[in-house]
């Protein structure tokens, strides 16, 4: 850092007045230019720069009395910093982060005109739902309208809310993991004496067949990739409400005597047919009922909810021809249905654990 | 019948030019040959006197301003304040001036406020609007191309027979454009009241005058145009108001264009933003503060006694307090908003615009 | 009422102006002595001096210059480029200065000035004489572009540029300054800048165009009522600034829309009206605008220039398309 101070201008020169400066901080000067002009008690005196250079900072303002060898200016040692324009401003900035372009995603798009898009949002019709007929697979404004009119004729959509909503999910997810496989048989229950609780005896049937073949009584857990066999069996029961399906869980039904049991079913119906059933209670089937034979029909394919890994199905118990030791005859037959997860359950597993099943029930 | 070839010597010469130098004041002020007669007043010489130190005053200021962040990119005159004070000290108020940017002593002369300059540099078109002759040009950016503006200007002082003249300023490097010559080769076909005034400061940016031209004056660059040319010691202001009395006499009297080449040298550096250390040398602008207008002018009115310390003193103090009066009105004044951008597009908004004017107007004042 | 060719309705124009205003002056190279290589200022230095038709050097830059001058002092030139390929120079001019003098000065000072050239291809003239630069000069703020298509819109358009307080380039379709003829009361009346004008009511699709394309778009839409289309026709006439409403209505009716110019595709004034439309119409739209236009490559020398150009064909066969689409 250069500093030039005040030099003697005059014989005797203790000090000089600043009249005013030629120059400001930052300006770049040669040695000879005039500097500022001082007042001397004699003269007006330029003061001339000894060097050229970059004025760093001025000392004193007009009017400052100034002693010879004092600081007037300071001069720049340093390197310039080149402001790399001649006009206005080129702002230097902080090193931006990595701007690699990425690929588009290519979404299936709708082809749609805008006004007839336009004209699906005002009649309420989903796209998505709409048949194109138009060239190259293009909605046409008459899609839309036909689309309108038969979703009018269809009576107003209704979102799916609470058990039904429920459901829905539930049996999605279900499909999307469960390769479900399904074997069919059936119990003749005629020697039954009357009055048999059908619910029960499919209750121990259950039981028993899970003591038999224990595979089918099971918990997987596809993304771990384990099979956890469940001693105690927690059998759900599948309830049809007049709101949809609720499958509360029959805790231990293979050690509970059968009173028991049919007073926890009692209570349990009545929970769900009032709504008032606990969440806990609908957790942690191991196996699960569908008794749909009180509606109505005879096998079934059903829908084994994971992480379950079986899904007994009961028919309508009905009268039907069978042959009997080599005789035409009538009996009242129980259609059973058995669903597992074939990821987990074997075929022969299945089997077995069917003519348990049967077995227990034709007692 | 002679046997000998002929040279090119024996061939008829058909045109030859002379281009004269004007100067009164020596660099060391010193008189050469005789004054012209104005220079016998000295309360003109202190006018000029007066002007020029105004306007390096506000130059520096205006450099001051613009390193704190209070005036954009702007342009001193350091050194040359002799050419535009000179040449605008000789027109008449219905003359037109068509300057360069780095004219702005010639605009402050003319009666252009310091406030309205320091808005046009402050990046606001009001900054136009400015005091001076409402017919004079305000500055032009693209160089030289102002040269054809001011062949326009006068040719319709010639068709309406009015005794006005066009003033035309420009560099060194703008006589090396197309529009400056093909605008001097018209006014020459035409004998138009315009007197075209090259500042010749040597510098264009970093490119000096010897790679800028090959031709030894700018001044006998009028001669092809078909009118004369004359150089002139640019430091030296009573030459540079001399030259110009006289070409624009002869223009306002028919008798056509004239060319003036005022050489002085740059000082400062092209802009603020410019850092003319990287390309020229120290010693070099050294050797020609000595040369500097303001200083030869003062030493010559010392001489004759009709300058002294109190006078110096007492118009340092003038000259701040006037550019800080200037300064302050210019600080106080606001930003416009911003739909304004719009306004004098053109005579009448047409309706294409109005929206974006609008969507301009809703966004700031929402 | 006298018929006359474009070219001559220019004559005229000119001739009426001047008469009308002593401000107004033409200058450019040969339209003194030769009253211009197409004749456009063709007895007019002989009627009003040398002064007033002024013979310049050969100067581009200063035409336009000049013009800036004196519009700046309050004369009204009308400056001529002898061919559209030649307006290049002037660009500075025009873009830098007679654009901006208005709002630079914030009023002080404009620029009442008019540019005037021969614009377009198909006169099998050698290079550079065919030019169609329109979008160029369109896309300069504070400018006009104007383009008359028929010689009573010459007329009219004429005197209005030149009464504009603001700079005109006015661009004078080559092709057609002598192959149409129409009918042109010299009566001083100018016809409204800044407006469309429907050349042709229509109901199923809507052509645009300006300039010498204007008669081939005429032609199409005859040929389009014959296969029972009808076509609704709109010259542009103003590119800069143009008439939004009028198009913006056209195609709300009909839905569907051709823009027709010779200038190059890319970038070329139809791609302005096209995103107008997309932006303001796109409800009414049953197919997306097309447009018909020269190709993207220099515009060849004669022996193949009228496979550059939009043909009759070529309209015809777009306007069948957006009607048939979907």
Request: net charge negative; glycine share 8%.
């Amino acid at each position: 850092m250069r500093q030039f101070m005040l030099p003697d201008l005059a014989e005797g020169l203790e000090e000089a007045e600043i009249v005013v400066w030629h120059v400001n901080a930052g300006d770049h000067v040669v040695a000879d230019q005039p500097l500022l002009s001082v007042e001397t008690d004699k003269a007006v005196v330029e003061v001339p720069s000894p060097w050229s250079g970059r004025i760093a900072r001025l000392f004193g303002v007009k009017g400052d009395l100034v002693k010879v060898g004092a600081p007037l200016v300071e001069f720049d040692e340093g390197p310039e910093q080149d402001a790399g324009t001649v006009v206005g401003q080129i702002d230097r900035g902080e090193p931006s982060p990595a701007d690699t372009p990425v690929p588009l995603s290519q979404a299936r798009p709708l082809l749609v005109l805008p006004s007839v898009r336009a004209l699906a949002r005002k009649l309420d019709v989903d796209l998505n739902l709409v048949q194109a007929t138009g060239s190259g697979g293009t909605i046409t404004r008459m899609d839309v309208e036909r689309a309108a009119k038969s979703l009018t004729d269809a009576g107003p959509a209704e979102p799916l809310k609470g058990m039904r909503r429920a459901m829905a999910q539930r049996m999605a997810t279900a499909h999307a993991e469960v390769v479900p496989t399904t074997v069919t048989d059936e119990a003749d229950v005629d020697d039954w004496p009357n009055g048999e609780d059908l619910t029960m005896r499919l209750v121990s049937a259950i039981a028993a067949a899970c003591a038999s073949e224990p595979a089918l009584n099971a918990w997987y857990n596809s993304a771990a990739g384990q099979r956890r066999l469940v001693k105690r069996i927690d059998l759900g029961m599948a309830v049809d409400t007049g709101d949809g399906l609720i499958v509360p869980v029959l805790r231990n039904v293979g050690e509970r005597d059968r009173k028991d049991l049919r007073a926890g079913l009692d209570r349990m119906r009545a929970d769900a047919m009032a709504r008032s059933i606990p969440p806990e209670e609908l957790r942690g089937a191991t196996i699960t009922l569908s008794n749909f034979g009180m509606i109505g029909g005879r096998f079934a394919s059903l829908v084994v909810v994971p992480p379950q890994v079986a899904i007994v199905g009961a028919g309508r118990a009905a009268p039907r021809v069978v042959p009997r030791r080599g005789q035409i005859a009538v009996r009242r037959i129980l259609p059973l249905s058995l669903t597992f997860d074939h990821r987990v359950v074997t075929g022969g597993e299945a089997a077995r654990f069917l003519v348990a099943l049967k077995s227990d029930l034709e007692r | 019948m002679t046997d000998q070839p002929q040279t090119d010597e024996d061939l008829p010469v058909i045109a030859r030019f002379e281009v004269r130098r004007r100067a009164y004041l020596a660099p060391d002020s010193t008189v050469l040959g005789s004054l012209p007669r104005f220079a016998a007043d000295t309360n003109l010489l202190i006018a000029l006197y007066r002007a020029m130190v105004l306007a390096r005053t506000f130059d520096l200021k205006a450099v001051s301003l613009q390193r704190t962040g209070r005036l954009g990119t702007y342009a001193v005159a350091l050194g040359q304040e002799g050419v535009a004070i000179g040449v605008a000290s000789a027109m008449l108020a219905d003359d037109v001036l068509l300057p360069s940017y780095r004219d702005n002593a010639a605009f402050l002369w003319r009666g252009m406020k310091m406030e309205e300059l320091l808005l046009f540099w402050g990046g606001d078109e009001r900054g136009n609007l400015s005091s001076g002759p409402a017919h004079d040009f305000p500055c032009c950016i693209p160089v030289g191309s102002q040269a054809p503006h001011a062949v326009g200007v006068a040719y319709a002082f010639k068709l309406r027979r009015q005794p006005r003249v066009a003033v035309c300023l420009f560099g060194d490097g703008a006589t090396s454009k197309g529009d400056v010559w093909e605008a001097m080769n018209f006014a020459g076909v035409w004998r138009l009241p315009v007197v075209f005034v090259a500042n010749n400061n040597q510098w264009a940016i970093s490119v000096p005058l010897g790679l800028q031209t090959a031709s030894a004056t700018l001044a006998q660059k009028a001669i092809a145009a078909g009118f004369s040319g004359e150089q002139v010691d640019g430091n030296d202001v009573i030459a540079v108001r001399a030259a110009a009395e006289k070409a624009i006499a002869a223009a306002r009297g028919g008798e056509g264009p004239s060319f003036i080449e005022a050489v002085t040298y740059r000082l400062g550096d092209h802009t603020t933003a410019d850092d003319a250390a990287r390309y020229r040398a120290p010693e070099e602008v050294q050797a020609h503060w000595k040369e500097e207008p303001i200083a030869r002018l003062r030493t010559y009115l010392v001489s004759q006694k009709a300058w002294g310390k109190s006078e110096e003193e007492q118009l340092a103090a003038e000259c701040q307090e006037r550019v800080e009066a200037g300064v302050a009105r210019y600080l106080a004044m606001g930003t416009r908003a911003p739909e304004t951008m719009f306004d004098h597009l053109y005579a009448e908004l047409p309706n294409a615009y109005r929206g974006q004017r609008d969507e301009i107007k809703r966004a700031f004042h929402a | 009422m006298p018929e006359m060719t474009l070219v001559e309705a220019i004559n005229v124009a000119l001739a009426r102006a001047m008469g009308e205003d002593s401000n107004v002056v033409l200058l450019g190279e040969d339209i003194g002595v030769n009253g211009g290589v197409f004749r456009a200022t063709v007895g007019l230095q002989q009627r009003f001096g040398r002064e007033r038709v002024i013979d310049t050097p050969l100067a581009e830059t200063l035409i336009g210059g000049l013009c800036v001058g004196m519009a700046a002092q309050g004369l009204r030139p009308v400056g001529e480029i002898q061919f559209m390929g030649f307006l290049y120079p002037c660009i500075d001019q025009l873009v830098n200065h007679a654009s901006r003098l208005r709002h630079r000065t914030q009023g002080r000072l404009s620029c009442p000035m008019v540019l005037r050239t021969p614009h377009g291809a198909g006169i099998h003239a050698p290079e550079h004489h065919s030019e169609s630069a329109e979008a160029m000069l369109a896309h300069i703020p504070g400018l006009r572009v104007v383009m008359p298509s028929s010689p009573e819109r010459a007329y009219g358009l004429l005197l209005a540029s030149i009464r504009d307080p603001d700079p005109v380039v006015f661009l004078e379709p080559t092709r057609i300054y002598r192959a149409v003829k129409g009918q042109v009361e010299d009566n001083g009346e100018a016809l409204p800048l800044d407006v469309a004008f429907v050349l042709r009511e229509g109901r199923d699709v809507t052509l645009i165009s300006w300039g010498a394309m204007v008669k081939e778009t005429l032609a199409a839409a005859e040929e389009l009522a014959a296969g029972n289309l009808d076509a609704e026709v709109i010259d542009l006439a103003t590119l800069k600034p143009y008439d939004e409403e009028t198009i913006l209505a056209s195609v709300s009716k009909t839905g569907r829309c051709v823009i027709v110019h010779e200038a190059a595709r890319t970038g070329g004034f139809g791609a302005e009206i096209a995103a107008l439309i997309a932006e303001r119409a796109l409800l009414s739209l049953l197919a997306p605008p097309l447009r018909v236009t020269g190709y993207d490559t220099i515009i060849p020398l004669p022996r193949l220039e009228q496979h550059y150009m939009p043909s009759i064909g070529r309209i015809v066969a777009a306007a069948r398309k957006v009607c048939q689409f979907n």
